[in-house]
């Protein structure tokens, strides 16, 4: 449904940034088009599953990837287009003038000067779009809901159907009572967490940082001996815990049902988890 999503949203956010940046970047539907983009990159995801819900799984009947697909690519548009737009502005004025003195066509300037050069900072977007769509749970309930069946037929993709994802996998089975269903979310929840940390580590080479992904009572055990960096665990720590060990930060947010916490006291209070990693 990623895959889907990308395919959607990409194409449409780079073709809008290109002309928010380059053809009509003071045009009245270059500014209703920019307040648009703005707006939705605020807008609740589980939104963006009822806009899909509403315009697919009604119309065809039955929950599939599609439908996913369509939320999904509804909360990544923003962000392509806005960071592809400030990437090509942000190409020198002195480039495009040297294409258009060298008998450059606009088309020849935007396909062979402005995407190129700004194709770092819009690949930037992109995986940060990618991103925020992968660790979406909310609007997926609503459009694809979830299958423990195999989506390929005789090797044929059976989209037309509801479709399985990581992230309502971790949802459902971390509310089973089943233990063997509880470790799978668990191992599924340690796919997410890998994912941030190597994101972290990309941003912050400088940062050594050390986590083992345990949780529950051998988490906070391991974190409170200063063991590991970061620790996870199904209860925050209490207040004499987080006494005990001092410069503790915990982390206002979940994953699955599990509480982070990092003990980095260089970083001070700057560490932020974004949505969309």
Request: aromatic letters at 8%; hydrophobic letters at 50%.
């Amino acid at each position: 449904m990623v895959g889907l999503a990308s395919l959607i949203s990409i194409p449409l956010g780079v073709l809008s940034a290109v002309f928010l940046a380059e053809l009509g970047p003071n045009s009245r539907l270059a500014q209703v088009a920019r307040f648009a983009t703005k707006t939705l990159t605020g807008l609740p995801s589980i939104l963006a599953g009822v806009f899909a819900y509403a315009v697919v799984v009604l119309t065809t009947g039955t929950y599939s990837a599609p439908a996913g697909a369509l939320a999904l690519a509804v909360l990544m548009l923003p962000t392509v287009a806005l960071t592809a737009e400030e990437a090509i502005k942000a190409v020198p004025k002195i480039t495009r003038d040297a294409a258009y003195g060298m008998g450059c066509t606009r088309s020849q300037v935007i396909w062979k000067v402005l995407l190129p050069t700004a194709m770092p900072g819009i690949l930037t977007g992109v995986m940060l779009a990618v991103a925020r769509a992968a660790g979406e749970t909310a609007p997926l309930l609503f459009t694809a809901l979830f299958s423990s069946f195999w989506l390929f037929d005789g090797g044929v993709p059976r989209l037309m159907q509801p479709t399985a994802s990581l992230a309502v996998l971790i949802y459902n089975f971390s509310g089973m009572p089943f233990e063997n269903q509880i470790e799978l979310a668990w191992a599924a929840s340690l796919v997410l967490y890998e994912k941030w940390i190597l994101t972290y580590r990309q941003q912050h080479a400088d940062v050594q940082i050390t986590y083992e992904a345990v949780g529950s009572g051998e988490g906070q055990r391991r974190f409170l001996a200063d063991a590991v960096d970061f620790g996870a665990s199904d209860a925050a720590l209490t207040d004499e815990q987080i006494a005990q060990v001092g410069a503790v930060r915990l982390v206002p947010a979940t994953a699955g049902m599990v509480v982070l916490a990092y003990n980095l006291p260089q970083l001070g209070g700057s560490l932020r988890i974004p949505r969309d990693v």
